[in-house]
């Protein structure tokens, strides 16, 4: 839009604006907590906020969820791309897969910041957010499927408030197609007035620095990210390094799924190649193109930082230095009408866990044990015998962090792409028919080494109608890694309790659960570091 003003590559001044548009997205996260609805979003923080410049690049995101955060750009620039430009009080949605969104719960919305008596959009705030239900096959919209058309509503570009009115029959036709109206509508409120929060404040900015200052700041704090993360390459040791790992199952069948990267570092580019990766799978463990760039994004951020000893700006920038080839038709990009519910939560763990183990090969003082490797989803859902309505629950449970170089790992945490929170017991039990009777670290789970893994949790929620549920989850056959000598974690567990008795779940599946029945789930521990002598 307009040359950066000289005066913004004075530091000092650039630093301030980082924190000004970092604290704009923090902002509008905190306004969607506390304007939500349901427990996933206002206790759990399962969303994320973020500022994007004119071309739909990050300019600062909030300390939200990694998954979401590097995946988000996509979804922007495919609203502007099929939208085209959007115009005053527009707001559009999607949450599309095969768009740059995560998985079907994830709805992402984007407005344009227009200045009075300006052409077209100065900027652009989006929020994404996860929905505790979106439709499909069973409730919580994470089944075990084979498709995903099975797995909920999927929507496209679409303006859901066009002018500052909202589009009826948009509104309509999502909320007729979830099991949770009410829920629903109160969440995408939220996310709205996120919109608003961030839309008001860099109104704001501009009109206290102007147009042109604040144009400038975007597009110097861009430019300095791009920097950064080059300057952070030229750190890694040149060369080529594989590694690999796998996904236990898609939860049809009993054959692991490899997923393989070869990175190849040139002076101040790297390249991430996942050529050899399985083929896309029947179960919904397939991970969309968004969701391998996202966790590529975060892994090499984390060791960018780790070896810059600084923190790159909230958006990373536009991470140019780094192409990632991720081959069509595979788990790692999957093409339709393939399912991908755990493709956003657990195999972009497998892919994190896969890039940084081909970084330590490289910069061994910037690694770490796996974490858990997990988000350990449990989708419950049924008819609340209070309200005489529909509930579907949703969570992701913490477990074990890898240990460090650097020091032990944290326990009962989440880790990696997920960056939510423990739902609060009082939160469940007030909201859904449940009952936790227990929830506890797990002793002895976490890897030994001269810095042990973190323990895992167990949590244990009594079902107090008949419902449905599906649970998605990974390393229940083997336990996270250990790393220069250390052991690795204890695996997870999936385990129904009826009538005293203790049965084994599998570690993907939807099946009914009877009122009475106790759900017990069990995350892994952390890797251990180093020798224990």
Not at 140 to 164: C, D, H, K, N, Y
Not at 183 to 212: N, P, S, W
Not at 396 to 401: D, H, Q
Not at 435 to 461: I, K, P, S
């Amino acid at each position: 839009m307009m040359e950066t003003p000289l005066a913004l590559r004075d530091p000092i001044r650039l630093e301030i604006f980082r924190h000004l548009l970092s604290a704009l997205a923090g902002e509008m996260g905190a306004t969607l907590r506390r304007a939500a609805y349901s427990p996933n979003i206002k206790e759990r923080r399962d969303y994320s906020c973020a500022l994007f410049d004119q071309a739909g690049r990050p300019v600062a995101m909030g300390d939200h969820m990694p998954v979401h955060l590097g995946a988000m750009p996509m979804s922007v620039r495919a609203a502007l791309d099929e939208l085209g430009p959007l115009g005053p009080g527009d707001v559009a949605a999607l949450n599309d897969p095969f768009r740059g969104g995560t998985h079907l719960p994830d709805i992402t919305l984007v407005a344009p910041v227009h200045v009075e008596g300006e052409p077209g959009a100065l900027a652009y705030v989006a929020a994404r957010a996860h929905h505790a239900d979106v439709g499909g096959m069973a409730p919580g919209s994470m089944p075990l499927a084979t498709e995903i058309f099975q797995e909920g509503l999927r929507i496209p570009p679409v303006l859901l408030v066009r002018g500052g009115e909202r589009v009826r029959d948009v509104w309509r036709l999502i909320l007729s197609n979830v099991r949770t109206p009410g829920e629903r509508e109160g969440d995408l409120d939220a996310q709205l007035a996120a919109l608003e929060a961030g839309r008001r404040r860099l109104l704001e900015l501009v009109g206290r620095r102007g147009i042109a200052e604040v144009a400038g700041a975007m597009a110097g704090l861009l430019e300095y990210a791009d920097r950064l993360v080059r300057a952070g390459i030229r750190l890694i040791p040149g060369g080529v390094y594989e590694a690999a790992d796998a996904l236990e199952d898609d939860g049809f069948g009993d054959e692991p799924l490899p997923i393989r990267v070869r990175l190849t570092v040139r002076q101040d580019e790297v390249e991430a190649d996942f050529s050899g990766s399985a083929p896309q799978a029947r179960g919904g463990v397939n991970a969309v193109e968004a969701i391998t760039a996202s966790a590529t994004r975060y892994a090499l951020r984390i060791v960018i930082e780790r070896l810059l000893g600084q923190a790159l700006p909230a958006g990373g920038g536009d991470m140019s230095a780094l192409r990632v080839v991720a081959p069509a038709g595979t788990v790692v990009a999957a093409r339709l009408p393939a399912s991908v519910a755990a493709g956003n939560v657990e195999t972009s763990q497998r892919i994190t866990d896969v890039l940084l183990m081909a970084l330590a090969q490289a910069v061994p003082e910037a690694a770490a044990a796996q974490s858990q490797g997990t988000m350990n989803n449990l989708t419950v859902g049924g008819v609340d015998p209070r309200s005489g309505e529909p509930f579907a629950y949703y969570e992701t449970m913490g477990g074990g962090m890898g240990g460090g170089a650097d020091g032990p790992g944290l326990s009962g945490v989440h880790v990696h792409m997920s960056n939510s929170l423990n739902t609060p017991i009082e939160a469940l039990e007030h909201a859904y028919p449940v009952r936790v009777e227990r929830y506890a670290l797990l002793r002895g789970t976490g890897g030994q080494g001269r810095h042990a893994g973190g323990e895992g949790l167990r949590r244990d929620v009594r079902l107090l109608v008949d419902t449905d549920v599906s649970v998605l989850s990974e390393r229940r056959r083997a336990g996270p890694a250990g790393l220069a000598g250390g052991g690795s974690g204890a695996p997870g567990r999936n385990v129904l309790i009826r009538d005293g008795a203790e049965s084994d779940l599998p570690s993907k599946g939807t099946f009914p659960l009877r009122a009475g029945d106790i759900l017990s789930l069990r995350s892994p521990g952390g890797g251990g570091w180093g020798p224990t002598a």
